[in-house]
């Protein structure tokens, strides 16, 4: 596979971790067979140790926009660098083209336009989806055509849940948690985990555990049958959903794992694990 450079690192205003930002003019013709190359200096920080493995997976991270150019925080990067995966950029052009050598799925978060439809009162005043939201759509549509593993993060959760039929609002509504909380890199408040779910065996069946948190809008109620709640907040928000009827992983968090995963938390870091399994063997399906 061919590598793409990052040609910029910096830090966004109003977020709180650094931002690698690919202008327009420099993506490659074809992102077909990209592989994440992160500058020297920043290597050791970004693999910990976790070098790839000749059966690594391949996960698929969507990019986000910033400044007129594509961007993804180094998080995102670190937490799937860690489980030992290796990354593949995804742009907003040709998105099935570009999922083919991929085994998992990761949306990640940030603020862009959802459709109107979604929300529990549409407005008129709602902005127009855009290429990006797009994106995440087609990249949903992929994952449930091949049974193939998804991992939605804070807007990306959204997005995987209004497309199975959740409702969303657009403010949550006054409580003693934080919810916009500034600053990820810290904890914000708990959430209580269902029993029985993926999520509860990611946290090794400990049922109240502590997030991060960085949203204004939320899930306010779920279509029957299609997905399940496996964690909401100590005032009712929902913070988790897993997919009833996807034929392999689908899990949407609320939070944001990666910012504590960076930092050693085994249940943000089990998370993205969970999906580099779940990729493993998606790959060992299809190979199959």
Not at 44 to 49: A, C, D, K, P
Not at 104 to 127: C, M
Not at 175 to 194: M, P, V
Not at 244 to 265: C, D, T, Y
Request: proline share 5%; hydrophobic share 40%; charged share 25%.
């Amino acid at each position: 596979m061919r590598d793409v450079l990052f040609l910029e690192r910096t830090l966004v205003e109003g977020n709180s971790c650094a931002t690698y930002l690919i202008s327009d003019d420099k993506l490659p013709n074809s992102m077909d067979d990209v592989e994440l190359k992160i500058k020297p200096d920043d290597l050791n920080t970004l693999r910990r140790g976790n070098t790839p493995t000749p059966d690594a997976p391949w996960i698929g991270i969507l990019l986000g926009r910033e400044k007129k150019a594509y961007a993804i925080d180094e998080p995102y990067l670190q937490a799937v660098l860690m489980t030992g995966a290796r990354i593949k950029l995804i742009h907003y052009d040709n998105i099935e083209a570009q999922c083919h050598d991929i085994h998992g799925i990761l949306l990640v978060g940030g603020f862009f336009p959802t459709p109107s439809e979604w929300y529990v009162k549409p407005s008129p005043d709602d902005e127009l989806p855009t290429k990006r939201t797009g994106a995440y759509i087609s990249l949903i549509q992929i994952a449930e055509k091949k049974a193939m593993p998804i991992l939605g993060i804070c807007g990306g959760m959204q997005m995987l849940a209004g497309f199975y039929g959740a409702k969303l609002c657009r403010k949550i509504k006054k409580s003693d948690i934080d919810h916009r909380h500034i600053d990820a890199n810290h904890y914000a408040h708990s959430i209580i985990i269902e029993p029985k779910t993926i999520l509860a065996d990611i946290a090794d069946d400990a049922l109240r555990v502590k997030v991060n948190s960085r949203h204004s809008e939320a899930i306010e109620t779920i279509p029957e049958g299609k997905m399940i709640v496996s964690a909401k907040a100590t005032d009712g928000v929902i913070e988790a959903i897993e997919l009833i009827n996807h034929k392999s992983f689908a899990l949407g968090v609320q939070w944001h794992p990666e910012r504590m995963a960076v930092q050693n938390e085994d249940f943000a870091s089990e998370i993205y694990m969970r999906l580099t399994q779940e990729a493993k063997i998606y790959k060992q399906k299809i190979m199959a």
